[in-house]
Every structure is written in C-alpha cells, then in structure tokens.
C-alpha cells in the first residue's frame, strides 16, 4: 500500500477532507494528516489512518531551537515546530506523497520533502490525487532530486521539492512568495541553491512576476561560486523577462556572467566552450527587446559600459582582436577600369542608385553579390559562434570556408562596398582581404546589434555612417573602432532620388498631416496620435494619414504588446475620420500629393528616409527630437535644420499650426522644405561624395 502524509497548517475544509479520504481509501492508499488543525473538527469514521496534531509550544524543541523560532518567520516557526516532531518524521520517511494543503504548510512541505527525495511532492488535494492515480497508473513522472536535477541526463528539471515551493499557490499570496524568494538565500549546498531557485523563479515567470523573478535569480546568483552556475541562473531569468517583452536590471551583469564563465573555461583551455559563453553573451547584451522593439535602449545611456565588456573580458578580448591585414590596400592597375564589388545579405534597398551609377561609368566594372542568394556563404555569415570559436582557435574549418568562399571575389576586386555593417561584414572581415579595400556602411540598426563586435575593422579601410549621431554612438560603444589599426569614418547621406516626388498638392493637404512607414516600434505611432489628437483639440479640420503596413508581432512580445496598445488607440480614431490608415504601397510620391505636414514621431532614427521624401515632395516637416539622441551633441536638430524639430507632441501641434496657419504661409513653408531636402540629399549632390568614396573624385 502507498502512503500518503497531508501537511496542515491550519483545518483544512473537511468537506474536501473526508472527500480525499473516501478516494484515497478506493485506491488502498493509507492517508496521514499532520500539523494544526480543530482536532474534534476531524471525524475518526472518515478512515483517516493517522490524526497527528502537532505540538506548538515548543515542548519538543531544545532552549536554542525554541529561542530561534519565537523570531523567526511564522512559516519557518511552524517548521521548527513540524520538523522537531518525530511522529512526523517517521510518517515522512514512509511517504510516498507529501502534499501541503495551505500556505503556512507550504515551507514544512518541502521541508519534508527534501528529507524523503523518494517521495513526490505536490501542492493541495487536487494535485495529490492526481499525482496518487498515475501512480497507479504507471504514468506518474520519476521523482527528481535536487543533485539530479543539477547533474542528471535532462538539464533544467526541477526537483519535485523545488516544484513545491514554487508552486503558484505559494507565490500567489504574500507571505508564501516572501518566503520562497527568501529561501534559497539560507545556507545550503550549491545544488540545493540553484534547484531551489529554478523552482522559486520559474513560478514566479508563471505569474508574470517578472521583477520579482529576476530579482530573485540576481540575490542567489551573488551566492553562488561557481562561475558556470551563475551564468546559468542570470541569463536564464534574464532571458525569460526579454521573451516576455521586459528588459531587464540584469542585462548586463547577465553578460558578464556569461563572459567571466567564458574566461574561466579559456583558462582552462576549452576554447569551444568560451566561444559559447562569449557567444551568449552577445545575445543577452543585444537582444532585439532590449534595444530594437521598446521606446528606449540601455546602449545609448551606457555605451561605455557595453564597450567594457569586450575589454573587461579576457576571452571576448580575444575573440574580438583586431587580425590585421598581411598588405596594406593597393591602387588599381593603371589602364584598366576600377573593380567594384558591391555586396549586401538580402536589402538593397538602398543600392539601387549606386549600382545604376556605377554600371554605367566606364571608369567602373561592377560586380554584385547578395549572399542571401548563396545558401552555403549565408550559413556561414550567419554563424556567429563558429565565427568566435575560429577567433579563439578551435574552428580552423571555418576559416578555411570562409577563404574559399570569398577568395575569388577579394582577388577579382580592387574594392569591396559592403552594405550594412552586419553578417556580410563580418564575414568579409574573417579573412585576410589581401590588397583589396574593404568599405563597409553601416546604417542605424546595426549599431544596436552585436553585428559590429563581430566585424574586424582591422581589415576595414572605411567605416561609412549615414549620420553623425550613429557614429558618435558606434564609436562609444565598439572598442574596435579605436587606436592605430581603425578604419577611417565618414558620414555619407543615402542615395535618393528626390526630384520624382515634387508633385502638385492636392486641395486638402494643407490639413493632412502624414507618416511614411510604421513598421517598427522605432516608428512610435503612439506619439503620433498624441499629436493628432492634441491638433484636433484645437481645430477638427486636422487629420493623419498613415501609409504602410503594420509591424511584425512575431519579433517579440514586446513588439506584439506595442502593436496591441496602437491599434486600441488607433480604432476610434479611425471611427471619427481622425486617423486614415493606406496600408502598404509602391507609390509613395502620389501618396505623398494628399500631405501638407510629414511628420517623424520616432524615438530613433538614422536619416528617416521617409521625412526627407516628405519635405522633397513640399510636405512641411516636422520632427521629433529622437529621444534616443536627444540633448547629445548630434541628433534630429544637427541632421535636419533646428526649427523642424520638436520635443513634445503639443509642441508639435503648435509648429503644424502655425507653417499652416493660412495658405500663403503654408505654401512658402512648402517651397523651402522642397529647396532644403534637394540641395541636401537628393541623387546628384550626395553621388560625388560616392565617387570621392570609390577614389573617383
């Protein structure tokens, strides 16, 4: 026969009780019930097996015990009180069930538990009967202990112990969730630590008690020697609060974590293992929901920081050391053309010009080369922790692939144009590129990547920038773009063809204002339907225009949360003819005929393409100071001229109002919007600083 032993802290409801009792008894399962409880509220006719009130006034204990449990938590008193009691001891050692009914009995329960890790654990009588039939049944999970858990065959499994205490009954109420979260700070053996706080963390992620959980995981991770232990506790919490769409306090202590286990193994000589170490951190340290899918970015406020853990870290050092080339970049052979090679990974959507230009130049043979179009050089960009595994020497395989890949086009060029200073490049940047110059541009994403700690620019000639501010932050933020072997930088505006957007104005653009592009939680739409509603709360002529599509949901939580909370607010916008959504379209200039106003509500951008269209097509901009790069030395007010540029969104309804206060006022606001956007970025001013780029000019 089994046995099961019910651990009360209180009387339990004996309607469910006797119920229990009546199941177990249908099973011939011998049932125990322990602990405080109304003894003459427990009827001796249910056929429990074992009545057993504990006692509480210590007479069990000895003077010191009974000192320590008059001030310790009641919780833990009550334990004192349970685990002195040798009638419930013996029960316990003979269990095969231990399941705690209430929250004061929920600590004693584990308790119990870790004394008999034969036995199952569970929480309430629901549980336990379950738990009873598919032991009967063959069905029922094999017991896990606290070591097993650890060092077992399935990493990750919690015990039935820690499970216990991190039931959601427990985390669900007050006191239980302080003294979970209190628990796996108490003395103990390593194991019992991390198991313990596996169980602890996973439930309080299961109630989305997102701070609570990684506060919890951060207290115990101070605790624990083992650097592979550590790492292992912070990134997982970390990890679990970014897929629920959170950054994060342990962003970067996660990635130190990961890096100092990575230094250790180093030193060990296991150069794979640190490869993978300093590979998760990378992907703690700029995971998309901290930087890419939220209003702000811990990159732009702690750049430094995010640059220390490369030079912090012996094996990220390492891993991420400037190779150098053998021979410096040579001039082309005189009497021939200049050999281009112009490369991307699947968007050239910013190509299209150059690539015109340079195919028709005589002084120029191009060449293109989209490695998303190549399924074996893809695999191999993409492959980041090979790429560091080959940094710290145990990888030679990549290294030799990457040579043939690349060789017969780093041979066939005199220079090498990467665009979007990301997989391309840092797989261009893996071999020696001989006496080829190497460019690559980066544009605004990739500076909140881990792309450009990848990319060696010790084989880089020129690192071009699409505006000051993103260089400024790169340079914080990549220690490899400093010292004697970095490439030279410049800021080069995007190759746009403008003059096909100065069409006529439709009759009502004068009260439209309008956003290209909302793809993106950079976008914020949200701020601007705070500027349209703030506008029509002073003249209801006023309306917005949104063309494009929605953003993708898939990316993260995050996103999807963003997505959500627009389009509740976007709806009755809709409703009243505030806001008109156009969706996605290849006409962006005959769009653009219906806008008087453009408007960039981002809280980042590079160059917002979108808004120099817009003023290109005689839409008055107005911009809003990208609070990425608000109040640095270079931003929205250093890119575009300062009076188009805003803080606020009732800021922003004073500047509309006022550039469309009558027509004439309108129109001569739209005629230098239209002369400032083409003398400043259309095709034919910025294609010479290309051509001096190439070595043309």
Same mark, same amino acid.
């Not at 929920?106 to 119990?112: D, K, N």
């Not at 009954?169 to 007050?174: C, D, I, P, Q, W």
């Not at 592979?228 to 292992?232: D, F, K, T, V």
């Not at 922790?385 to 020497?393: E, I, V």
């Given at each position: 026969m089994r046995d099961v032993l019910v651990v009360v802290g209180r009387t339990p409801n004996t309607d469910i009780l006797q119920t229990f009792v009546g199941e177990m008894r249908k099973l011939e399962v011998r049932v125990h019930l322990v602990g405080t409880f109304a003894q003459k509220r427990i009827d001796a006719d249910w056929g429990i097996d074992t009545v057993h009130r504990v006692a509480t006034d210590g007479a069990n204990l000895g003077w010191r015990a009974r000192g320590r449990a008059v001030h310790a938590h009641p919780h833990e008193r009550f334990w004192a009180y349970v685990g002195g009691d040798a009638t419930v001891l013996r029960l316990a050692e003979a269990a095969d069930v231990i399941v705690a009914v209430d929250s004061k009995a929920?600590?004693?329960?584990?308790?119990?538990a870790r004394l008999n890790t034969g036995a199952h654990a569970c929480v309430g009588f629901g549980a336990a009967q379950r738990l009873v039939r598919a032991m009967e049944n063959g069905t029922a999970p094999s017991v896990t202990v606290p070591d097993e858990a650890?060092?077992?065959?399935?990493?990750?499994?919690?015990?039935?112990? @820690?499970?216990?205490?991190?039931?959601?009954?427990?985390?669900?109420?007050?006191?239980?969730?302080?003294?979970a979260r209190r628990m796996p700070l108490l003395p103990m053996p390593q194991e019992t630590r991390v198991d313990m706080t596996r169980g602890v963390v996973t439930g309080l992620f299961g109630l989305r008690r997102t701070q609570a959980a990684v506060a919890t995981a951060s207290a115990v991770a101070q605790r624990l020697r083992d650097t592979?232990?550590?790492?292992?506790m912070l990134r997982t919490a970390t990890r679990r609060a970014l897929s629920q769409g959170v950054t994060p306090d342990t962003l970067l202590a996660s990635a130190e974590a990961d890096l100092a286990h990575a230094d250790s193994l180093l030193a060990a000589d296991d150069a794979a293992g640190a490869a993978e170490f300093v590979h998760h951190a990378l992907q703690t340290a700029f995971h998309r929901v901290a930087h890419l899918d939220q209003r702000e970015s811990p990159l732009t406020k702690r750049a430094e920081e995010f640059a220390r853990l490369v030079t912090a870290s012996t094996a990220a050092a390492a891993a991420t050391a400037p190779q150098g080339r053998a021979r410096p970049?040579?001039?082309?052979?005189?009497?021939?053309?200049?050999?281009?090679?112009?490369?991307t990974d699947g968007n050239d959507n910013f190509l299209g010009l150059v690539r015109d230009h340079y195919e028709s130049n005589p002084d120029v043979e191009l060449r293109f080369l989209d490695i @998303?179009?190549?399924?074996?050089?893809?695999?191999?960009?993409?492959?980041?922790?090979?790429?560091? @595994?080959?940094?710290?020497?145990?990888?030679?395989m990549y290294g030799f692939t990457a040579e043939q890949h690349l060789r017969p086009y780093l041979d066939w060029a005199d220079t090498v144009f990467v665009d979007w200073c990301a997989a391309a490049a840092s797989l261009f940047t893996a071999v020696d590129p001989g006496t080829t110059r190497i460019i690559v541009r980066l544009?605004?994403?990739?500076?909140?990547?881990?792309?450009?700690?990848?990319?060696?620019?010790s084989r880089v000639d020129d690192l071009v920038f699409v505006a000051d501010h993103i260089r400024d932050l790169v340079l914080r933020s990549v220690p490899g773009l400093t010292g004697p072997r970095a490439p030279r930088t410049h800021v080069v505006d995007n190759g746009m063809n403008l003059r096909g957007f100065a069409l006529p104005k439709n009759p009502d653009a004068r009260f439209t204002v309008g956003m290209v592009g909302i793809g993106q939680v950079a976008k914020d739409p949200l701020w601007a339907l705070r500027v349209i509603r703030e506008?029509?709360?002073?003249?209801?002529?006023?309306?917005?225009?949104?063309?494009?599509?929605?953003?993708?949901?898939?990316?993260?939580?995050?996103?999807?949360?963003?997505?959500?909370?627009?389009?509740?607010?976007?709806?009755?916008?809709?409703?009243?003819?505030?806001?008109?959504?156009?969706?996605?379209?290849?006409d962006v200039p005959g769009n653009l005929r219906d806008i008087g106003v453009?408007?960039?509500?981002?809280?980042?951008?590079?160059?917002?393409?979108?808004?120099?269209?817009?003023?290109?097509?005689?839409?008055?901009?107005?911009?809003?100071?990208?609070?990425?790069?608000?109040?640095?030395?270079?931003?929205?007010?250093?890119?575009?001229?300062?009076?188009?540029?805003?803080?606020?969104?009732?800021?922003?309804?004073?500047?509309?109002?006022?550039?469309?206060?009558?027509?004439?006022?309108?129109?001569?606001?739209?005629?230098?919007?239209?002369k400032h956007a083409l003398a400043s970025w259309d095709w034919p001013v910025v294609r010479g600083e290309f051509d001096r780029l190439f070595g043309l000019g």
């Open positions: 929920y600590y004693s329960g584990w308790e119990l650890h060092h077992g065959s399935e990493p990750g499994r919690i015990s039935d112990s @820690a499970l216990l205490l991190g039931h959601e009954k427990v985390l669900g109420s007050r006191i239980g969730s302080a003294v592979g232990s550590r790492a292992e970049a040579a001039e082309p052979e005189p009497g021939r053309p200049r050999r281009l090679l112009v490369v @998303a179009d190549y399924p074996g050089i893809k695999r191999l960009a993409a492959a980041r922790r090979r790429l560091l @595994a080959h940094r710290l020497g145990s990888d030679p544009h605004s994403y990739e500076a909140f990547s881990s792309w450009p700690w990848l990319t060696d620019f506008l029509r709360g002073r003249d209801e002529r006023y309306r917005l225009v949104i063309i494009g599509g929605d953003m993708d949901t898939t990316a993260s939580q995050a996103a999807a949360a963003y997505q959500r909370s627009f389009q509740r607010k976007l709806s009755p916008l809709v409703k009243e003819g505030a806001v008109e959504r156009r969706g996605a379209t290849s453009i408007l960039s509500s981002s809280v980042r951008e590079g160059c917002h393409v979108g808004v120099m269209e817009g003023a290109a097509s005689g839409a008055v901009p107005v911009v809003r100071d990208w609070p990425f790069f608000a109040g640095q030395k270079h931003g929205a007010s250093t890119l575009y001229p300062a009076d188009w540029v805003v803080s606020t969104p009732q800021a922003a309804a004073d500047r509309i109002l006022a550039v469309t206060a009558d027509e004439e006022t309108w129109a001569e606001h739209c005629r230098e919007s239209e």
